[in-house]
């Protein structure tokens, strides 16, 4: 018996992640964050010392980095990178690596393997519900205010607010801008804006978006 595909789309720092597992957790499928296999793979980049933004040579280490994305931990080249991968260093260096096609069409096929592989799952990232699962049987776009995000942010890591609130904001720019797969709301997505919201409501309304539209059970 087959699950539901549930995409989760929606900028930096919105609370993707947090609310992707809640709801993998509740409804008892699996979880993937493609934002974390974008960040392994800039881990690999910068440790190889490649230039993020040489399309090629970022291309290359793509295609031969050994990396394990799963829900706890991140592994990179035998190395456990799960807290690197969220550091400053790469995350000053994701975007660039994100807007590469190659890497793009390498990472779209491995997320379509994963799911195929376990028949439905909570997937969350930029482009989920528009280019890797365009007939996911839920879409949400889970947003909220740059300021909002940016402390969520310093609260998890520290640092300056405001700093962070302008980097948040370029990162914005740079995904919706990008030429392959831009951040952008699906037609058939439903929004969910958590500035205002605690993690139970956003996932209890997720999880009534499920149970509303009967994708629990087989497909």
Excluded: C, H
């Excluded at 969220?86 to 890497?103: C, I, K, Q």
Aim: hydrophobic fraction near 45%.
């Amino acid at each position: 018996m087959s699950g539901p595909i549930i995409a989760i789309d929606g900028p930096a720092g919105a609370g993707k992640s947090t609310v992707g597992r809640a709801v993998a957790e509740r409804l008892g499928v699996g979880y993937l964050d493609t934002g974390a296999m974008y960040r392994a793979v800039t881990f690999a980049v910068l440790r190889r010392g490649v230039d993020p933004r040489d399309e090629a040579a970022v291309l290359e280490v793509a295609g031969s980095v050994e990396m394990t994305v799963g829900e706890e931990r991140v592994v990179v080249d035998g190395v456990d990178a799960t807290s690197d991968i969220r550091g400053r260093e790469v995350t000053s260096s994701v975007s660039f690596v994100a807007a590469n096609p190659g890497v793009r069409s390498l990472l779209v096929e491995a997320q379509r393997g994963w799911v195929a592989k376990r028949g439905g799952g909570v997937v969350e990232g930029r482009d989920i519900g528009t280019v890797v699962f365009p007939d996911a049987d839920l879409k949400l776009f889970v947003t909220a205010s740059p300021r909002v995000r940016a402390e969520r942010r310093v609260a998890e890591a520290g640092g300056d607010v405001d700093e962070m609130e302008a980097s948040i904001i370029e990162r914005d720019r740079l995904d919706s801008t990008r030429a392959t797969s831009p951040l952008s709301v699906d037609a058939a997505a439903v929004t969910l804006d958590t500035s205002d919201l605690g993690i139970d409501e956003v996932v209890a309304a997720v999880v009534a978006e499920v149970e509303a539209r009967s994708v629990g059970g087989g497909r």
